[in-house]
């Protein structure tokens, strides 16, 4: 049987998930390249998300994203990519990915944990800034998280070594199952 190429894997889920740190684990587990997406608009813009959204609102930081998210594709080199916890939620950006045929993974963490990490952050999470209105944003992108291929519950017991080893096992148990329906 020919090996198939490596899938571009994404991950996504809400801020504070772990997606950056799992995304590193899984890209070092694949030896292969990765993008955080928020550090490659930050790099592309010379200001990162929260003086965006600060500065010019969250609308236009959602286009700045997208486009950021068609860059990062089209240099085609990355074959893991962690989406910022909002890129998920547009549909332009999951009928991309759809297109790619990207495996996207959600990293499904508890409001409490992601709570505590954007604490710890400081200020750096412009869209949760009040514990309420996190709370109220991360249920309403639940729904939009559960559209992805593959749902890993990510929490305080599991580290992101652990997490990477599982969605590269689920990563490779598609890519046989889709090579023995081509067969």
């Known amino acids: 049987m020919k090996a198939t190429a490596q899938p571009l894997i994404v991950i996504t889920g809400f801020m504070g998930a772990g997606k950056t740190t799992v995304a590193a684990a899984l890209a070092r587990l694949r030896a292969c390249s990765m993008i955080d997406l928020d550090g490659f608009i930050a790099a592309r813009e010379g200001r990162g ?73 400081a200020g750096a999470r412009p869209l949760a800034r009040d514990e309420a209105l996190a709370l109220e944003l991360y249920q309403k992108r639940r729904e939009l998280y559960a559209l992805a291929r593959l749902r890993v519950e990510a929490d305080e017991r599991s580290s992101p070594s652990q997490l990477a080893a599982g969605i590269e096992a689920e990563v490779k148990l598609f890519q046989r199952i889709k090579e023995g329906e081509r067969q």
């Open 49 to 121: 998300p929260r003086e965006i959204i600060d500065e010019d609102g969250e609308p236009r930081f959602r286009q700045i994203e997208s486009g950021a998210l068609r860059a990062a594709l089209a240099m085609d080199e990355a074959r893991v990519i962690a989406l910022g916890g909002g890129a998920w939620t547009i549909e332009g950006n999951r009928q991309l990915l759809r297109e790619r045929e990207a495996f996207v993974v959600w990293l499904d963490a508890p409001f409490a944990l992601c709570w505590r990490r954007i604490m710890k952050a």
